[in-house]
């Protein structure tokens, strides 16, 4: 199995600071090519966001690199890499606490990773930046750990009031930010020729799926240059329709 990857990134047209983190790592190993993806969006509102996104990333490029290798040596399993990633999750959380309480400020990110292997991908999701996978239709993996989103599985709430409602922001769980973290922990089978897309709430609330469909098909993405145009050109058009918060997103595809 073979990758490519596109990335892009925009402050938007209201925060002074982008607090978005992005990262793409890959490497050859004896069970074949392995990737992992990640966006992790520092909190808007929230003092020093980027610290907190940027803390996540490296907890997670430190684990690609050390930890990683040692699991698939030792025999790798759903079990274990959840354990894994549930103690980089818990020590991030409680050094990013730490950080925030010595300099009296407030201070989150969301982390949506995707690890791929041996024609699976594990997956897993704190807060509401969304994993994507686009083959014959475009499915939404993670669900957001939001108030509405609580609301609407409660019954409380439609989709459609939920997006228009002012507490959509309202995170249930935020790595730094949230006392006790419960990770959401996906694994599936990867179709041939599919796309994952990443992306922060700041990429998706002007677009609907059916457009990413359109724009992210397999077919479409032939090569990185094509990928890094098809999200430019979306960024462009978020900005277009008046988003003003950070906007980044990934695409992989397989």
């Not at 228009?164 to 179709?191: H, K, N, W």
Request: glycine residues 6%; aromatic residues 8%.
């Amino acid at each position: 199995m073979s990758f490519l990857t596109a990335t892009g990134t925009d402050i938007g047209t209201r925060k002074k600071t982008n607090q978005d983190s992005a990262l793409i790592l890959q490497a050859d190993t004896d069970r074949g090519p392995v990737l992992l993806a990640s966006i992790c969006d520092g909190m808007g509102g929230l003092a020093k966001g980027e610290v907190a996104s940027a803390a996540m990333v490296d907890a997670l490029r430190k684990w690609f690199k050390n930890d990683l290798p040692k699991l698939l040596a030792d025999g790798f399993s759903e079990e274990k890499l959840w354990q894994q990633w549930t103690d980089l999750i818990n020590d991030t959380n409680d050094r990013i606490s730490d950080y925030g309480r010595n300099l009296h400020v407030e201070l989150g990110t969301t982390a949506a990773v995707v690890l791929v292997l041996e024609n699976r991908y594990y997956i897993l999701n704190v807060g509401d930046s969304r994993v994507y996978l686009l083959y014959d239709s475009i499915y939404q993996l993670t669900k957001d750990q939001t108030f509405v989103q609580q609301e609407i599985d409660a019954g409380r709430m439609t989709p459609e009031e939920a997006s228009m409602d002012p507490r959509q922001s309202i995170l249930l769980q935020c790595v730094g930010a949230t006392r006790m973290i419960y990770p959401e922990f996906l694994a599936g089978d990867l179709p041939k020729g599919s796309v994952f897309m990443l992306c922060c709430d700041g990429f998706r609330h002007f677009i609907a799926p059916e457009e990413f469909f359109q724009a992210f098909q397999a077919s479409r993405l032939k090569n990185s240059a094509a990928m890094q145009q098809a999200i430019d050109d979306m960024i462009r058009l978020n900005i277009s329709r008046g988003e003003d918060d950070n906007i980044t997103a990934i695409l992989v595809k397989t």
